[in-house]
């Protein structure tokens, strides 16, 4: 079956850090870009980071630069999201996704997210 | 800073009625790389249309995208039960993805 699936979401304080992760399957994972989306309590989406197939390049919200690090495994079909100085608007629940993310020396071009996990949730609270 | 502003809030309707369900761009775009998902409270969104008005795989035909520069429409010609649900517009590209704030199709 072709699915993600998150996992690493807790109760955290803020300042604090938490690593997500995403398992895929089914599909040949390093043929496709990822993101992380997230959605706050009641409220709609917001597109966190992106990363390529291979893993060479990134992409992030500026709400998250420079706190949040996306990054893959492909021998493991797995994506991961380090998140660190939590703070509490970082509280929502937090999916994966598959889209393609191509980039050249200077940018990368995010297209739209056909699978998604069903989510992660963190809440940042002291 | 680029916005999608989703029109209405929510919307109102019965089984077997139109729904026509905007997004507005603050910005013209040059290319239709637009695309609506919908979302079941407590589930994961579900890809509806890319390029604007592409099927996704699977969506049935009586769902459909049209639009271009600010203004894109989702249209549901005939509502079913499963419809009443919550959809997003999205812009995608080397900006980043930017969602719209949902519009909610309600009986």
């Known amino acids: 079956e072709v699915q993600l699936v998150e996992s690493g979401g807790s109760v955290v304080r803020p300042g604090g850090s938490l690593r997500l992760s995403c398992a895929a399957s089914g599909f040949t994972f390093d043929d496709y870009g990822m993101s992380w989306v997230r959605q706050a309590p009641g409220k709609g989406l917001e597109w966190v980071s992106g990363?390529?197939?291979?893993?060479?390049?990134?992409g992030y919200a500026d709400s998250v630069k420079g706190r949040f690090a996306v990054s893959r495994d492909n021998t493991k079909n797995s994506l991961f999201l380090q998140m660190n100085s939590l703070r509490a608007e970082d509280t929502a629940l937090y999916f994966c996704?598959?889209?393609?993310?191509?980039?050249?020396?200077?940018?990368?071009?995010?297209?739209?997210?056909?699978?998604w996990g069903r989510g992660t949730r963190v809440t940042v609270s002291s | 800073e680029f916005v999608l502003t989703q029109s209405p809030g929510t919307l109102s309707l019965s089984p077997g009625e139109r729904a026509t369900l905007s997004c507005r761009a603050s910005?013209?775009?040059?290319?239709?790389?637009f695309a609506w998902y919908q979302q079941k409270p407590g589930q994961a969104p579900r890809l509806l249309i890319y390029?604007?008005?592409s099927r996704a795989t699977g969506i049935p035909d009586r769902i459909s995208g049209s639009g271009s520069g600010t203004d894109f429409t989702l249209t549901i010609s005939r509502l079913e039960p499963e419809d009443f649900i919550v959809y997003y517009c999205q812009h995608y590209g080397s900006q980043g993805l930017t969602f719209g704030g949902g519009t909610k199709v309600e009986i």
């Open positions: 910005q013209s775009l040059s290319n239709r790389d």
């Open positions: 990363i390529n197939w291979s893993g060479g390049s990134t």
């Open positions: 996704a598959r889209g393609e993310v191509a980039c050249s020396p200077t940018n990368c071009y995010y297209g739209y997210l056909d699978l």
């Open positions: 390029g604007a008005s």
